[in-house]
């Protein structure tokens, strides 16, 4: 099939997985054409079957702001016709689904839109009534649409109260990335004298609750001698480091900042925290999963679906601190529990979210629209 993929290049799980499945699809033979506003970050180098397309917003005097989703439009409704796309996998409602839409208008029927939600396209901008109907027709119009988690399907139809059948399909990851790494060389240089190594992975949003990752730790090293790595950049690393300061944890912490080889660095780690205020699906929770770390999370959106309580991970109610910190001193303590966990996270990643299963629960969604044939499994 000739598929176009559009999605947000910068670091994030949608762009992650977007780019991911693309390539593995272009692996199995389908040509990809990436539509979007720069390289995507995981695509630096060359893959056979995969073609880039830049969206190069014209910026003109008499604009006030540069018109990105009618220039994304026009550069889709290009590619579709040059290169005789069958569908376009648009991830992210907004805008998205809605360019989509217009590119359909304008090359015809014969080109067909799957849309996958993401989580704040929907959980953010779905409270903003200025935004609430162009989201909504994103959706509608969509010749399909999946979401990354049932909670998310769920929020979905309560906010928007769309019509639209919207199918589950989990995040994935790599088998072949996304497994332990020997890294104890590396990690003694964080935990010299042998200490469990706490790890949190985000984009330092407020959603993502960065100070309770700060506060739980700081609990733990009241029980345990313990470490934490800070991975990722974003708008919360001043405020985390005040109250690191504040708290006097900083000596026991180290910023990574932004990582490419997040499957390294996690082996280097012992215990993922993610106590996020929304996740629709917490890719960071699933990565962490597959290279055998378990996770202590919030109870927020996908996570229960991703985390099993008790068995890959312990799943708390958002804010939970004193909670979260007394699970990651049990399983830094209790090597029997922890070895456990770890096993189980494994086979779950690599069972339940594996990029050979949801890659092909993508092209039965492709093949269902090309062929006509739109009868939905929900
Ligand atoms: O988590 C973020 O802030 C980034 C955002 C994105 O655009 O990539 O993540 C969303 O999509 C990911 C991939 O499906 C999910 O794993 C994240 O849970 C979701 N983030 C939120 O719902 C806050």
Redesign the pocket.
């Known amino acids: 099939m000739k598929i176009g993929i559009t999605c947000?290049p910068t670091v994030?799980?949608?762009?992650i997985?977007a780019t991911e499945l693309g390539k593995y699809l272009a692996e199995k033979g389908h040509i990809v054409h990436f539509i979007t506003s720069g390289m995507p970050f995981r695509l630096g180098k060359y893959y056979p079957n995969i073609y880039f397309h830049e969206v190069d917003v014209t910026s003109y005097s008499v604009f006030q702001f540069p018109p990105y989703d009618l220039t994304l439009a026009s550069r889709m409704a290009q590619v579709a016709k040059n290169e005789k796309l069958d569908l376009l996998h648009v991830h992210y409602a907004v805008p998205h689904a809605v360019s989509a839409y217009l590119a359909k208008q304008m090359v015809g029927d014969q080109l067909k839109v799957v849309t996958t939600l993401?989580?704040?396209d929907i959980?953010v901008l779905g409270y903003d009534h200025t935004l609430k109907d162009i989201i909504r027709l994103g959706i509608e119009n969509s010749d399909a649409v999946t979401a990354?988690s049932e909670d998310l399907i769920t929020q979905t139809r309560d906010l928007l109260q769309v019509k639209k059948p919207i199918e589950l399909v989990y995040?994935f990851i790599d088998s072949r990335e996304y497994y332990p790494r020997e890294m104890s060389r590396f990690r003694k240089d964080y935990a010299p004298h042998g200490e469990p190594v706490f790890i949190h992975i985000s984009?330092f949003?407020k959603?993502k609750r960065v100070c309770d990752v700060v506060r739980i730790f700081h609990k733990i090293t009241q029980s345990v001698s313990a470490k934490l790595l800070m991975v990722g950049e974003g708008p919360e690393i001043p405020v985390v480091r005040e109250l690191a300061d504040e708290l006097g944890v900083s000596e026991d912490i180290t910023y990574l900042g932004k990582q490419e080889d997040v499957a390294c660095v996690l082996s280097m780690a012992d215990v993922l925290l993610l106590p996020?205020e929304?996740?629709?699906?917490?890719?960071a929770a699933l990565e962490a999963m597959a290279c055998g770390k378990p996770v202590i999370s919030s109870n927020a959106?996908g996570l229960p679906e991703v985390i099993q309580d008790g068995v890959t991970g312990y799943v708390l109610p958002i804010g939970d601190i004193q909670g979260m910190a007394e699970k990651g001193i049990l399983l830094a303590t209790n090597k029997e529990l922890y070895q456990s966990f770890s096993e189980q996270s494994i086979k779950r990643a690599h069972g339940v979210f594996s990029h050979e299963k949801i890659a092909e629960q993508y092209e039965e969604i492709y093949e269902r629209v090309v062929t006509g044939n739109v009868c939905s499994k929900r």
């Open positions: 947000y994030g799980g949608s762009g997985v993401h989580g704040t959980t990354v995040n984009n949003r959603v996020s929304k996740e629709s699906f917490g890719l959106g």
